[in-house]
């Protein structure tokens, strides 16, 4: 009993480490995407650079939105 529960235990570790993975690099893709066709005017990593506290806001906001819609859509 104790192997299958330790094999079941590694499987739904890999599962969730590739999804978490998967999430991670598209939300990276999804604000690379953000700032090169949406915000062309505004560039976040020399805002970044300067101290703007406004955009590193507004940046980690898109990752979690971003997070949010790929968690519902890796549940099911």
Known sequence: MEL????ATLFNLGI???YTLMAL???IAALIT???KLLRTVD???ELKNGNIAVSIFASTILIFVAIIIS?????
């Open 44 to 46: 976040i990593e020399g």
């Open 16 to 18: 969730n480490l590739i």
């Open 72 to 76: 519902f859509g890796l549940k099911g």
């Open 25 to 27: 690099f598209v939300g």
């Open 4 to 7: 299958e529960f330790l094999t």
């Open 34 to 36: 953000i700032d090169k």
